[in-house]
């Protein structure tokens, strides 16, 4: 079945506004493992694979206590009584009222992990810190990589928490690092909670929240991937989707198509009903008129936190119905999968051996890159169909080798995984550092407005590899005076060195200088297209510090 079939299908069922969808889809409730009869089940996220549940249990009477402040934890420190008091307090703080027991507390909250047997999640796992702690803990979304989640709230080392989200990614021996926060700029939310969906080629975000220009309750409002972990300003997405009422929970489909939410304005059933809508052409601005499914999904009690599985067809959501919130699903089509699975390792191009490092994904000629972080030298992910995809591999003490270029039809299914594997170069003196094309002022050393991107490329560059010294190098062509050449030549390299020492705030011990004039040119001067060829700066590598790269090379 072709993708446009299996979305035609989904599109019938997702729209149907008759008794008989009621009779032809059953909704599940899932396993007495996941949902329990005294506690709240919510959030339920499903990995790119479907092989896995992350969802959010509250107020349970077994959660993860460590509780940090200046660096110590207080639930090993402190004695249990007095913890348990302290923890109170800061509850009672998140909350603005009293909180009596915080066991049973709504900021009780841990993620716990379903894991699929042959034909059931059947395996339960409820992680440790840095992934659980005594504060509130919740996946709200996957990230394009296969390895990486998006949890609520910021946390620092040292103890703390603020409002905002952060990324958390699983390492190869199954533990989690400590989150890292997502720089959303301008970032607040005067509501007491906040959801957010990644879409599934990493460009943008869409948030539930509350701000100054809400048009009620909570809004969706949506965010673009900047690059390097930069976010956009939050847009509000207009009254067409938002209400005087509350609009939360949403999540886009796999195909950035359809987007689900849940709201409690005016036509539900009762409490919060779940709605979707169609993304019109290509950009994030234009949708179809919300639509809210009807019984047996939606009933008088809150359903809520709609999660669109396309690799199994089912819809997961939470729903109030059997008086505590339970996590069900319905089947509302066939299984397809709308992304590519694809894998392979990070190599040392001299010695064929793994490298620990990144893989960096993308459209081509987009301005931000998805990163996966390996730290085995295997990778794992998946790439979305009917658009052209780059992948490069960077590690520190190593330059990128050839990328990969990949590029699957949107009409067709591919189950199987693709391997590619990505080369790296160790970096070595002498080495050349690329650098996009650098523009003069005419027989002058002035560097052209339009030539600043390359120049923050390269800064940014020798910021990331700080074991790096390099020498700047400039050339001319052989038109003119051997000693303005050669002087020229000079000027310009020391142009280049004193924007990255001024302006960009590189360390000037790192970076020297030297001119050639026309004395090494990449071509003969016969003609113009051959003397620009000859016009150019070039960066090498000088010296690699040892201790500096071995401290790179141990972040994560």
Not at 235 to 254: C, D, L, Q, Y
């Amino acid at each position: 079945m072709t993708v446009q079939k299996f979305l035609l299908v989904i599109a019938a069922a997702l729209f149907c506004q008759t008794v008989s969808f009621a009779q032809k889809y059953k909704v599940e409730k899932l396993s007495e493992l996941i949902n329990t009869s005294n506690y709240d089940e919510i959030s339920p996220v499903v990995s790119i694979d479907g092989n896995r549940i992350y969802f959010t249990r509250v107020g349970y009477h077994t959660y993860r206590q460590t509780l940090i402040e200046n660096g110590d934890d207080l639930s090993k420190s402190m004695e249990q009584s007095k913890f348990r008091t302290y923890l109170r307090s800061i509850y009672s703080k998140l909350a603005n009222h009293s909180v009596l027991n915080p066991e049973t507390s709504g900021f009780n909250q841990d993620i716990w992990i379903a894991l699929r047997g042959e034909e059931r999640f059947d395996k339960i796992t409820h992680p440790n810190y840095p992934l659980n702690n005594a504060l509130p803990n919740s996946v709200c979304s996957l990230t394009p990589s296969a390895n990486e989640v998006i949890v609520i709230n910021q946390f620092m080392e040292e103890g703390g928490m603020k409002k905002g989200f952060s990324l958390v990614r699983q390492e190869s021996d199954g533990s989690w690092t400590f989150p890292s926060p997502l720089q959303i700029n301008n970032y607040h939310n005067s509501g007491p909670d906040v959801s957010m969906t990644m879409s599934h080629d990493g460009s943008a975000i869409i948030l539930a929240m509350k701000r100054a220009d809400s048009y009620g309750d909570t809004d969706l409002y949506i965010s673009y991937n900047l690059g390097d972990n930069q976010w956009s300003e939050p847009v509000n997405m207009g009254k067409h989707i938002n209400s005087p009422f509350r609009e939360t929970t949403p999540f886009i489909s796999a195909d950035n198509s359809t987007l689900f939410f849940s709201s409690n304005r005016h036509g539900t059933l009762g409490g919060n009903d779940i709605f979707l809508m169609k993304r019109k052409g290509n950009d994030w601005t234009s949708w179809t008129r919300p639509k809210r499914f009807i019984s047996p999904i939606n009933t008088r009690y809150d359903e809520s936190q709609p999660y669109f599985d396309m690799s199994s067809g089912y819809l997961y959501f939470t729903s109030k119905r059997d008086g505590t919130s339970d996590i069900f699903k319905v089947k509302l089509g066939p299984p397809i999968p709308i992304g590519v699975s694809i894998k392979g390792r990070i190599i040392n191009s001299k010695t064929g051996k793994l490298v620990e490092g990144k893989v960096l994904s993308g459209k081509l000629g987009s301005k931000f890159r998805n990163t996966f972080v390996s730290d085995d030298g295997h990778y794992h992910m998946i790439v979305p169909k009917g658009v052209q995809y780059e992948l490069a591999a960077s590690a520190p003490g190593y330059t990128s080798g050839k990328g990969q270029s990949l590029y699957f039809d949107r009409n067709h299914v591919f189950y199987k995984t693709y391997k590619y594997d990505l080369y790296v170069d160790p970096m070595e003196p002498g080495m050349q550092v690329e650098v996009d094309p650098i523009f003069f002022q005419q027989s002058k050393p002035t560097v052209l407005e339009q030539s600043y991107p390359a120049l923050d490329k390269l800064a940014k560059y020798l910021s990331d590899n700080s074991h790096l010294y390099v020498r700047i190098e400039g050339h001319t062509d052989n038109q003119g005076d051997q000693e303005a050449l050669q002087k020229l030549s000079e000027e310009r390299a020391l142009a280049i060195k004193d924007y990255l020492v001024y302006k960009k705030r590189l360390n000037p011990v790192r970076i020297e200088t030297a001119g050639y004039g026309p004395n090494r040119p990449l071509t003969d001067n016969s003609s113009e297209e051959n003397r620009a060829q000859n016009r150019r700066v070039e960066v090498r590598i000088t010296h690699i510090d040892p201790v500096m790269l071995g401290l790179q090379g141990g972040k994560k």
